[in-house]
Every structure is written in structure tokens, then in C-alpha cells.
């Protein structure tokens, strides 16, 4: 049997696998993508309806890597954030409250170079540029529609197998294929975490007044309300309901869903109409025990799979991506073998901290957040407005969420690998 051979092998072609394959072969690695799906499925309008909040840090990435005349155009810049806890949208549609919580991006903008504190990107507009710029690269060989089937660790490299009767033999595996991830599965990685007992019900809508780049979201007992800006007058919903209640949104005609999106979306931006499908998506938490197994790197949803309620779970995929390829490239230059036990350990140090605290961090706001107890009602309430008041610590979470506190890789930083 002829056996190819590559640097790293990428399981799964997500926006997370796709970024690391990119960042590889941006460092001169040789790469080969395998992904069960052909690409065009995914740049489908109905394959993934979401969108996605992307941090300044990790949007760096990408434009290193030469998206971003494909991305731009499609970006909506988040200058302002606005949270806020009740009912009604609250402060979001005028009310006098003193609790709510609101970022502006002119406060960082010292430490962010003037850039946003975030941009909104369609999933399916993030995925075309990230399949053009794959295959425009000629360090990146696609396997797809294939599976992985095997990988067994060796000495000098891992071999792996594919459904299409290949085999490839890598010196490093990096499982980019998800909260079920097999290849994590088969190298006996655990994972710790619990289902919320809550669905994300996503939608895209047309607005009558401009959003004027305001994210909003407004926590209510059945969970939090997101609604997250897009270019021309549209906005990418985010609405957490219990699983009960979302599978009665999934099959609702238009008018009772319509009905039931005014009731929390408020008149403050004049009518909402509903454009495009609705999507409906289980939410759970999933941290996987550790992040390395011989010769396996784990990578995203894999690694990490949490609440959208921060909008962080896509910037950590990313965030490893970017710390895997510059570690994989420094040692490629020393010479070292990148798929060591001493190599994926400098990896699992970088990133295990951070994916952990943010998780962690994550689920405690879904726990404090989804709930109509009046006491902690009364406390978050007013920790919203402390927060609001304080400005170096309104300054930290800004930071905090554009993905710019701690050692950053230099993709995030905007330098080349």
C-alpha cells in the first residue's frame, strides 16, 4: 500500500480546523485537510444559519493569512455592547435603570489600535473565505468527502487511515472534528460537562432603524437575548429557551413566532421582520480532560465546546489555532520533532488556562444569569451597574472579551509566524 506523507493532519474542516490549516501552511507546513463533508455542502445557506461574534484579536489572524478582502465586506463592526437584566429589553429600548452594563470601543482603543471590539460575521460568508483561501493553498491537500477512520500513534509519526483506502502518515494529529470529536474518543480522552436543558434559537432579521453597531443582550429567566448587529439594517438573534419551549419556536408557523420575537425583542428599533430559516441548537457544556494524546492535538469544539451566552466559543478554537501552529512552527525551525509529547505539551500549557477559565466563567453566568430568583436578580442587577460605573474594570472586560489579555500568539497580535 503506498503510504503519503504530511507535517500535520487536520481532522475536521470547520471554521477552527480550516483557521489552523491555514496558520500550518502560513508557517510552511505541509498539511492535509480531511473533513467527511464535501466543502461545497458547508458554504450551503441552510448548513449553519448562525453568526458568529468575532473578537479583534483573533479577526487579526485572518487578515495575516490573506482573508481579508474576502471578509471585510461581509463584517459588521461591534462598537458598543449594552447588557442588561429583566423582562423588557430595558435600558436597550430607552428605559431609565441603573442596571445595565455598557462597552464602548472608544475606551480601548489605545490598546486596540482603533479597531472594533468585535466584528459579526455569517457563518456561511466565514466559511467561503475560508474554503477559497484553502484552496488556493498549495501546502494544504483537502481529503473530502472522507473520514478518518484510524490513527495509530508510532514512534516517528502517526498513520492514519481513510475511508477512501488511503493512508497518510503524519507527524501530528489535530482533531478539529467536534463536541463528539472520535479521534478524541479513541485516544481515551474524557471529557467533564452537563447539558444545560436549553436550545439556541437562531435567526436573522430585518429591522426598520439602523442598529448603529449595538450589540445587545438582556438576560431573561428562560435564558439570555442576543441580538447581535449585521451589515444592512439586519441583526443575527440569539435566543436561549428551554429545550420544551425552542422545539415549540422550531415548528411554530411564522406569525406565532413572529409574535412570540416582538414580546422579547421590544419596539425599540422599530418592526422586526423575520428573513431566512430558523435554526434550533442544543447547548452543553464539554471540556475535555486534557488537550494531547501521542501525537494528537485536540483543537476547538473538540477541546472546548461552551454556552454562546459570551460569545467566546469560536475566538477559543481560533485562539488555539493560532497557539498550535506557532508552536508546531518554532519547533519545525529547531529542528524538534513537532509531534512530541514535549511539543503538544507546550500547546496543552498555552491554551489550558484560558479555555478552562472561560468555560468555567461561562457556565457560572449561565447558572446566574437564567434564573428569576429575585435575589440574585437584585445582586446581578446591581453588580451590572457597579461594573458600569468602574471604568478600568469596564476597560478589563472589553479587553477581556476582544481576546487581547494574557501572551498572545503573534497571529493575534497581527505578525506573521
Known amino acids: 500500500m503506498k503510504i503519503s506523507r504530511t507535517d ?21 507546513l505541509r498539511v492535509a485537510l480531511v473533513d467527511p463533508l464535501p466543502f461545497e455542502t458547508q458554504l450551503e445557506p441552510t448548513f449553519d444559519g448562525r453568526a458568529s461574534a468575532i473578537a479583534w484579536s483573533t479577526f487579526r489572524q485572518w487578515k495575516v493569512l490573506g482573508m481579508a478582502e474576502m471578509l471585510e465586506p461581509h463584517a459588521c463592526r461591534i462598537d458598543h455592547i449594552l447588557v442588561t437584566d429583566g423582562r423588557t429589553p ?8 441603573p442596571f445595565f452594563l455598557r462597552f464602548d470601543a472608544d475606551e480601548i482603543a489605545d490598546r486596540s489600535d482603533g479597531e472594533p471590539m468585535g466584528w459579526m460575521m455569517e457563518n456561511r460568508y ?19 468527502p472522507v473520514k478518518v477512520l484510524s490513527a495509530e500513534a508510532g514512534p516517528g509519526a502517526s498513520q492514519v487511515a481513510l475511508s477512501d483506502g488511503q493512508t497518510i502518515e503524519a507527524a501530528v494529529v489535530i482533531a478539529a472534528d467536534g463536541k463528539f470529536s472520535a479521534l478524541r474518543q479513541a485516544a ?24 448603529g453597531n449595538v450589540a ?36 411554530a408557523s411564522d406569525e406565532a413566532f413572529a409574535a412570540h ?18 435554526f434550533v441548537y442544543p447547548l452543553s457544556l464539554s471540556l475535555a480532560d486534557r488537550m494531547t494524546a501521542p501525537r494528537l492535538a485536540l483543537l476547538g469544539d473538540a477541546a472546548h465546546a461552551i454556552h454562546p451566552i459570551a460569545g467566546q466559543g469560536l475566538n477559543l478554537g481560533l485562539k488555539d489555532a493560532a497557539a498550535l501552529a506557532e508552536v508546531l512552527a518554532d519547533a519545525s525551525r529547531l529542528g524538534e520533532d513537532i509531534g512530541s509529547e514535549a511539543v503538544l505539551e507546550r500547546y496543552a500549557a498555552w491554551r489550558r488556562f484560558d479555555n478552562t477559565t472561560v468555560a468555567l466563567a461561562t457556565d457560572a453566568f449561565v447558572h ?14 446591581v453588580g451590572l451597574g457597579v461594573v458600569n460605573r468602574i471604568a478600568p474594570a469596564r476597560r478589563f472586560f472589553m479587553t477581556e472579551a476582544g481576546g487581547a489579555v494574557g501572551d498572545l500568539p503573534k497571529l493575534l497580535r497581527g505578525e506573521a509566524l
Open 8 to 28: 500535520v493532519l487536520i481532522a475536521g474542516a470547520g471554521m477552527a480546523g480550516a483557521t489552523a490549516a491555514l496558520a500550518c501552511a502560513h508557517a510552511g
Open 261 to 278: 420575537l416582538m414580546r422579547r425583542f421590544g419596539d425599540f428599533l422599530g418592526r422586526v421582520e423575520v428573513t431566512g430559516p430558523r
Open 368 to 381: 446566574l444569569f437564567s434564573n428569576d430568583n429575585p435575589l440574585l436578580r437584585a445582586a446581578r442587577g
Open 90 to 97: 430595558g435600558a436597550a429600548s430607552g428605559t431609565a435603570s
Open 188 to 211: 481515551g480522552i474524557g471529557v467533564s460537562g452537563w447539558d444545560y436543558g436549553q436550545c439556541g434559537v437562531v435567526a436573522t432579521v430585518r429591522m426598520a432603524q439602523d442598529h
Open 216 to 251: 445587545h443582550e438582556y438576560f431573561l429567566p428562560g435564558g439570555p437575548f442576543a441580538i447581535l448587529p449585521l451589515n444592512g439594517a439586519r441583526a443575527s438573534l440569539v435566543w436561549t429557551e428551554p429545550k420544551d419551549r425552542a422545539a415549540a419556536l422550531r415548528t
Open 126 to 144: 466565514t466559511r467561503m473565505a475560508l474554503s477559497q483561501a484553502v484552496e488556493a493553498e498549495p501546502l494544504i491537500a483537502v481529503h473530502a
